[in-house]
């Protein structure tokens, strides 16, 4: 598989790429955190900012930095009308000119030696097409008591301090957020349109970073998970308020018939349907009986519930919305 970079014209070694939508606020900090990389001196690298359509004054700060730029690594920056994360992250796959891309969101501050350590993992595991970052959260307001359950949801990644190999039938990925991808292994396995596109404004759908990996690890390419790529996610308070978890986790779960079916084979798609219907129903009826006095009190077993009424509802919903015209899976 890794013969093919040789295909890729590579300018640098490394690309940190930062979709970002109305983060004229969020990207000074993480800005500053990749000023201050150590350890890169024996490796050229850039960073490409791709601005999703945003309605504030990103541009025009970006573009007030790079005036002032003096590092020896660029600051390039792409508009992306097409709004949705994944379309922002393809065109930083197009755009970058390394066989690496790092890919950062704006609320998250990688540690000094992220770049470094990004790139020294790809040396060492050559089979990897994509690897992730262990991520800390930065609350800023403290979570309710059991929030740990649903934690992992918002982009919160701590799975010790050694490197794991997501095994494809633990059916188990890590989120974009700090995510380093081979460019070789999008180009080989992900689709020109892919179905999940990412939430904006009138669609609530997302996990459109699981359907990329899912494409990538089906075609026969690691995914990783390296500790030594440490990432501070930043979560305002407004993140964990039930106006924005509930229509969150419902998304999720409207979105899972996707990630679930892109590595089952065609004529097993009937029989998983069935088997997932009816563990997702058993696991509602089970929320509903334990938590039925609580669910108007306790958000985290609410946003448990939403995210099992949507995982039932997903196949449903997609075809009803046409979702399954940009790419079947049901054939």
């Not at 050229?44 to 791709?50: G, K, L, R």
């Not at 709004?83 to 000094?112: C, M, V």
Request: charged share 20%.
């Amino acid at each position: 598989m890794t013969e093919g970079l040789n295909c890729i014209n590579s300018v640098y070694k490394f690309t940190v790429a930062i979709p970002t939508y109305n983060g004229e606020f969020r990207l000074p900090g993480l800005l500053h955190r990749l000023e201050n990389q150590v350890g890169t001196e024996g490796i050229s690298w850039e960073i490409i900012v791709v601005d999703n359509n945003s309605q504030d004054h990103t541009a025009e700060f970006i573009r007030n930095l790079q005036a002032n730029w003096q590092h020896s690594y660029p600051l390039r920056y792409f508009f992306e009308a097409e709004q949705g994360a994944a379309y922002a992250r393809a065109r930083a796959i197009a755009e970058s000119q390394s066989e690496l891309i790092g890919f950062l969101d704006d609320d998250n501050y990688p540690e000094s030696n992220w770049v470094i350590a990004a790139y020294r993992f790809a040396q060492k595991y050559p089979c990897a097409g994509a690897y992730a970052s262990q991520i800390h959260p930065h609350w800023e307001v403290e979570p309710p008591e059991n929030f740990q359950r649903i934690a992992p949801y918002l982009a919160i990644t701590e799975r010790g301090n050694l490197p794991l190999l997501y095994q494809p039938s633990k059916k188990l990925l890590p989120p974009s957020a700090g995510l380093v991808m081979r460019k070789q292994a999008w180009i080989e396995s992900v689709p020109e349109r892919s179905i999940l596109t990412g939430r904006v404004t009138g669609n609530m759908l997302t996990s459109e970073d699981l359907e990329m990996l899912s494409y990538i690890q089906k075609a026969g390419w690691e995914i990783w998970y390296n500790p030594e790529m440490e990432i501070d996610h930043q979560i305002p308070a407004s993140r964990l308020t039930r106006e924005y978890l509930i229509p969150f986790f419902r998304g999720i779960g409207l979105s899972r018939y996707v990630t679930r079916m892109i590595n089952v084979k065609s004529y097993l798609k009937p029989f998983w349907f069935l088997i997932y219907l009816i563990i997702d129903l058993s696991k509602t009826l089970l929320i509903l009986i334990k938590y039925r006095d609580k669910l108007l009190t306790d958000l985290v077993a609410a946003c448990e519930l939403h995210l099992l009424l949507g995982k039932l509802v997903s196949p449903f919903y997609l075809w009803r919305h046409g979702y399954f015209q940009r790419k079947s899976l049901v054939k």
